[in-house]
């Protein structure tokens, strides 16, 4: 039997350190639940000593998933580990996860701290997070940067002092595949006590190369990867959690492990990861991308109509993407429409949300002349963000554009029940449509990202439209679809609005900065 490798998911918390991916906690809560139906081993829900709001996220997620380790991040200092323990001691099963840098770039300008007080903090922080859950895990931060001797001597410090889980972090994304395998090897082969932990590996994406330097580690012995939903993440991001569960999975004549992941999960996954954080997937990404199993070549079509594996390694359906082609309409019944969510894995939990759902599937039946799994799906993630954030509405909007004029919006908003409206010009349509609502909400934020997907194909095909807003430091994503791009962008406007409004967060503090104990 193959080796189980474990997967440590990072999305809420490295890659919530994407500039503007930050999220609530009822939206760490919705991850985390999709992560647990998954199949994930260890999900690190953020950084508890950054702030109240992500220590009440983190333990807020830890009161929530049962099947599923819970882990929250925390510096080798005595007051990061008491919120990080605070935060996880509802979880059925939780881990501290504690880091100190140890490279000599890292130590001399960030750290300000020798070797020998580098050592002697990394054994006392595992040893303090300890009494807390036998389930600790140790990152050298910058170990792919590090002398190897020392690096040695502080892996088989925190082994010694109690880690479970020792990860060897690419924190730049500096290595090279066969120089970071050979790293995992060589500290297998040199530390006494190596045979005591599991070695993890954690790499990012800075050359492009993070889920190959994890795959290299794995074949070297590491059996725990830390990863992210779509790679998200600081700077170029992290290893893929896709990528890296489907290269082992479909190379099992190479990697003699395998994960206990359900892989069916995966694009549900990586949709509302999208979503939430406002970082649309790239078309031609791997696994999840909307081209990722589009065949467009007369030679690769006439091959995969005779044999799918001719150019097809894996099965669109295995990761989750929908092969019924059941087209609903404006004809289509209640029990259709429920039937087909249910298979989209979609529940309901009243008659009243079926109904309320059904009747937005009918406004955009008589928009729309067929509507795919992506449309429902889109109907259903946008419903849910905009239940959480409902204080200001969209109650109505015309807009007149016309060559040679200035076109001009009329917008009506339902303000805490209460209909106000305005009226704008604008550089466009929607430039005038966002004016006529700053008129309403007297908003000042500034707008950082406006994004127009297309949904399916087709000229009646939905348009999904991402904002982002930034006010005083903080930054909040708004989700908006509908066949008129236009009134996608005012959903969009108002949903990012309605964050801004009723959101309080505490300013973030950076994991990596470092203090004395």
């Not at 007051?79 to 979880?91: N, T």
């Not at 109509?305 to 019924?324: H, L």
């Not at 339902?414 to 449509?433: F, I, K, L, N, R």
Request: hydrophobic content about 40%; aromatic content about 6%.
């Amino acid at each position: 039997m193959s080796d189980q490798l474990i997967i440590f998911d990072t999305t809420m918390r490295d890659g919530e350190q994407s500039p503007g991916a930050s999220m609530t906690r009822d939206e760490k809560i919705r991850i985390a639940r999709v992560l647990e139906k998954m199949r994930v081993d260890v999900i690190e829900a953020g950084f508890p000593a950054a702030s109240k709001g992500d220590h009440d996220a983190v333990r807020a997620v830890a009161k929530t998933i049962e099947d599923s380790t819970v882990c929250g991040l925390a510096r080798a200092v005595r007051s990061d580990i008491d919120r990080a323990a605070s935060a996880i001691e509802p979880a059925e099963s939780g881990r501290i996860h504690t880091f100190l840098a140890t490279s000599p770039i890292h130590m001399k300008e960030k750290l300000r701290m020798t070797p020998d007080e580098v050592l002697k903090q990394a054994r006392w922080a595992v040893r303090y997070a300890r009494q807390f859950t036998d389930n600790v895990e140790f990152s050298p931060e910058d170990a792919g940067r590090s002398e190897f001797d020392f690096l040695c001597r502080v892996v088989e410090a925190a082994v010694d002092a109690g880690a479970t889980t020792v990860n060897i972090p690419d924190t730049v994304g500096y290595n090279v595949p066969e120089q970071f395998g050979n790293l995992i090897r060589r500290l297998r082969d040199n530390v006494p006590n190596s045979d005591k932990a599991v070695f993890s590996v954690h790499c990012h994406n800075d050359l492009g190369l993070a889920v190959a330097n994890s795959l290299a580690a794995v074949l070297q012995g590491a059996r725990q990867v830390e990863s992210t939903i779509n790679g998200l993440g600081e700077r170029a991001g992290n290893a893929s959690l896709e990528e890296i569960v489907m290269a082992v999975r479909t190379r099992r004549d190479v990697f003699p492990c395998d994960t206990r992941l359900d892989a069916t999960q995966i694009v549900p996954a990586s949709r509302l990861v999208a979503g939430i954080t406002g970082f649309q997937v790239q078309p031609n990404k791997a696994v999840v991308g909307a081209n990722a199993f589009a065949h467009e070549s007369g030679i690769h079509q006439d091959g995969v109509i005779k044999s799918r594996e001719t150019y097809e390694i894996m099965r669109a359906e295995d990761v989750g993407w929908s092969t019924n082609r059941m087209v609903l309409g404006k004809h289509s019944g209640r029990n259709a429409f429920k039937s087909r969510l249910r298979e989209l894995e979609v529940e309901f939990a009243s008659e009243e949300e079926l109904n309320s759902a059904f009747a937005r599937f009918k406004d955009l039946a008589d928009k729309k002349h067929e509507i795919f799994d992506e449309d429902l799906q889109a109907l259903i993630t946008e419903r849910e963000i905009e239940q959480v954030y409902e204080r200001i509405k969209l109650a109505g909007m015309q807009v007149c554009s016309r060559t040679g004029e200035t076109p001009v919006a009329n917008v009506t908003l339902s303000m805490d029940g209460v209909e106000q409206s305005a009226q704008s010009p604008g550089d466009g349509a929607v430039d005038a449509t966002f004016k006529a609502i700053d008129k309403i909400v007297e908003n000042d934020a500034e707008l950082k990202l406006f994004s127009v997907s297309a949904i399916t194909g087709g000229t009646d095909a939905q348009g999904e439209v991402t904002v982002r807003l930034e006010k005083g430091g903080r930054v909040c994503n708004g989700l908006g679809a509908d066949t008129d791009i236009v009134i996608a962008s005012a959903k969009a406007y108002v949903m990012a609005l309605n964050k801004l409004t009723v959101e309080t967060r505490t300013h973030r503090g950076h994991p990596q900065r470092s203090q004395a104990i």
